[in-house]
């Protein structure tokens, strides 16, 4: 069964680094999504992307963050300048309709 | 502002016991109802998904009902197992006028905890 995979599994990194963390949605999906989980908490919306440009965005998704689609099959959510506050599960999905979601990727910011 | 509530925030069982988990939401407008079963470290996956016009939905040994009018859905677990320890997330989607995309809104979710 097609899945969402992510890499790395986790992520360590020092306050102020950028990260760039990576997706590969299901292949025949055309939408793709990043959520936000800090320990603890809920699930948060970022941003959806479709037709190669963001659809939607929270106001979590400021400045500090981008999305891209380099190649046919990547999906990459780039951090730059990381904060501590930035330390969280970072979960991709992909959806044809109802959204798959990858096993994510854990931001440890030090 | 939207919003989705569940009850209890943490649960412990004995193994082969049924539960039942609550969830309540003030999205609007409405798409689908679901429930997700997330694993520690892990990302969520679907057990169950529901559109208004559903009352109810089985996937083995969970059944959630949902409740359009009260904006109420309820997730039942039936003799629990081992496995079945993770937090269960109830999640509310509607559709937003950018490209027809869907947009999630998750519960903070129930803590399951099987002992045995």
């Known amino acids: ?110 | 502002k939207n919003q989705v509530e569940q009850s209890p925030q943490s649960l412990i069982i004995l193994e082969g016991k049924n539960c039942t988990l609550q969830c309540n939401y003030t999205v609007s407008p409405f798409s689908n109802l679901r429930w997700y079963k997330q694993d520690t470290g892990r990302g969520p996956v679907s057990l169950t998904i529901m559109t208004f016009s559903e009352n109810t939905k089985s996937n083995g040994r969970y059944t959630a009902t949902l409740d359009a009018d009260t904006k109420q859905s309820s997730l039942h677990i039936t003799a629990s197992q081992l496995s079945d320890s993770a937090s269960y997330i109830c999640v509310v989607s509607f559709l937003t006028p950018s490209f027809g995309n869907e947009k999630l809104t998750f519960g903070t979710g129930t803590r399951l905890t099987i002992i045995p």
């Open chain 1, 1 to 110: 069964e097609p899945e969402v995979t992510q890499t790395p599994s986790h992520q360590v990194t020092q306050m102020g680094q950028e990260v760039i963390l990576r997706c590969v949605p299901i292949s025949n999906h055309l939408y793709f999504y990043w959520y936000r989980q800090i320990l603890g908490q809920k699930v948060e919306f970022l941003v959806s992307f479709y037709n190669n440009e963001i659809s939607e965005k929270s106001e979590i998704f400021d400045d500090q963050f981008s999305v891209e689609r380099p190649d046919g099959s990547n999906f990459t959510l780039k951090i730059r300048s990381t904060k501590l506050e930035d330390s969280a599960m970072y979960f991709c999905a992909s959806s044809e309709g109802q959204q798959f979601f990858g096993p994510g990727t854990r931001l440890t910011v030090l």
